[in-house]
């Protein structure tokens, strides 16, 4: 259940009227690194967690409920920083001629640099015209035009690669807010700027600090990599070639094997018929055999000891722990 408080969590703010900076500020509202495409990421990735790890499933809740206050946050800047240009377009709307209806409605004053600004307005209304004439406000788009969609959502039901996958998110939303505070020089518009791209850091370590309770972790999944290419590095390209913790010594993993750099993969290929002629070892095998098993045993018991076999409720009514109601298995 939600409930919609009517305070921003930011007191967004606009010195004055600026429709151009809406337009890019529209990334973060409809794009594929805005606040709605995190909000619908985290809210749907939650819906597999609820039982297994419900302390995940809160965690997803809350950032997801933030993203969307984000998105109000957003979307209030964007039409605080259209102005007048609303009701302006009204009065124009009955002009067949586009550049002369800017002209009467007064929008041609916002534009500087001439004929060459003016142009380049009625261009950016040409590109998106939703935007601009038929309903000026926010548009579930990017600054482009190209509506939202749902392929944005990254739910990939496995948690550590959801997790992952956030972690990669707001890297991005943190990098499009920093370059999007170059473009304006409103002050006020650059606090709430400032304040969603923090945000976005900060969900960064969320994310990372919930990965790391769960162990194991890596790799992601329930299989394990086969040993005869784990640790296999292979130099694809010619001249000279960089060395380091990638490609050579102890790898970042935890069975302390060792990269094996490989000069001449070619020469490899070709000699062992496309890799399926290099022998295993036994111990090897035998060790991610194992693995193998101990994944897929973890991961079915998280899941299968929070299942009943018949009836399943997912809330109680004050719902006072994190964990889904405990209905008895059907005998």
Same mark, same amino acid.
């Given at each position: 259940m939600f409930h919609h408080v009517k305070e921003l969590q930011f007191n967004a703010r606009v010195s004055k009227p600026d429709p151009k900076f809406a337009a890019l500020l529209l990334e973060q509202f409809g794009g594929a690194n805005g606040e709605l495409k995190a909000a619908m990421q985290y809210f749907t990735q939650a819906f597999s967690c609820r039982q297994p790890y419900p302390d995940k499933y809160d965690m997803l809740m809350d950032i997801a409920t933030e993203?969307?206050?984000h998105l109000e946050i957003v979307? =209030?800047?964007i039409q605080m920083l259209l102005g007048p240009v609303p009701a302006e377009l009204k009065d124009a709307a009955d002009t067949k001629n586009l550049e002369k209806g800017l002209e009467a409605s007064g929008l041609a004053k916002l534009?500087? !640099?001439?004929k060459a600004g003016k142009e380049g307005f009625i261009h950016d209304a040409m590109v998106n015209p939703l935007f601009l004439t038929e309903a000026p406000g926010p548009q579930v788009t990017n600054s482009a035009g190209v509506p939202w969609n749902g392929y944005y959502v990254n739910a990939n039901g496995d948690l550590t690669v959801d997790l992952r996958s956030n972690i990669a998110a707001e890297s991005r939303a943190k990098i499009v807010y920093e370059y999007l505070m170059q473009f304006t020089d409103d002050p006020l518009v650059k606090e709430s700027l400032g304040f969603?791209?923090?945000r976005e850091i900060t969900h960064m370590q969320v994310f990372s600090a919930a990965l790391a309770t769960i162990q194991p972790n890596f790799p992601p999944g329930v299989l394990q990599g086969d040993p005869r290419y784990l640790h296999l590095y292979a130099n694809l390209s010619n001249g =000279?070639? =960089?060395r380091g913790p990638w490609n050579e010594g102890q790898g970042p993993w935890?069975? !302390?094997g060792q990269w094996e750099y490989d000069e001449d993969p070619v020469n490899t290929v070709r000699r062992t018929r496309g890799l399926t002629n290099v022998q295993p070892s036994r111990a090897g095998s035998d060790k991610v055999d194992e693995l193998n098993k101990k994944m897929s045993d973890?991961?079915?018991?998280e899941i299968s000891e929070v299942l009943p076999d018949g009836e399943n409720q997912w809330s109680d009514y004050p719902q006072t722990t994190l964990a889904s109601p405990k209905l008895k298995k059907a005998s």
């Open positions: 993203e969307f206050s979307g =209030a800047t534009v500087t !640099g001439g969603l791209m923090t =000279a070639s =960089a935890s069975d !302390g973890i991961r079915k018991r």
